[in-house]
């Protein structure tokens, strides 16, 4: 079983960055790949980006190409989303998501623990 709590959403204008953290409780955080997944209003949850257990493997979305970056502190049990040049169509909830495998999934139903949520906002 695995808890996890992000944190770091909030608002900021067009242009700017965040940092995103979610912190998962549990001795074998290294066993999981991590996901970061956003939902806006009335929008369905869709993959941001997900990271292989050590780190090594990384897939992004095409919209976070470039802009975003994801990376884990295993000692830490963290995951972090780094997001700079942000658009208002990245306005939505982020969700950290949790899979016990070694591959990378881009779908919500191959997750199998999630979050509750940070909402980021960004102004135009």
């Known amino acids: 079983q695995v808890q996890l709590v992000e944190s770091g959403g909030g608002l900021v204008q067009a242009g700017g960055s965040l940092r995103l953290s979610c912190v998962a409780s549990?001795?074998?955080?290294?066993?999981?790949?991590m996901g970061w997944f956003r939902q806006a209003p009335g929008k369905e949850r869709e993959f941001v980006v997900g990271i292989s257990w050590s780190g090594g493997i990384t897939s992004y979305a095409d919209s976070a190409k470039g802009r975003f970056t994801i990376s884990r502190d295993n000692a830490k049990n963290t995951v972090y989303l780094q997001m700079n040049s942000l658009k208002p169509e990245d306005t939505a909830v982020y969700f950290c998501?949790?899979?016990?495998?070694?591959?990378?999934?881009?779908?919500?139903?191959?997750?199998?623990?999630w979050g509750q949520g940070t909402q980021v906002t960004v102004s135009s």
């Open positions: 998501a949790a899979r016990l495998s070694v591959l990378v999934a881009t779908t919500t139903s191959d997750y199998n623990y």
């Open positions: 549990g001795r074998t955080f290294s066993r999981y790949t």
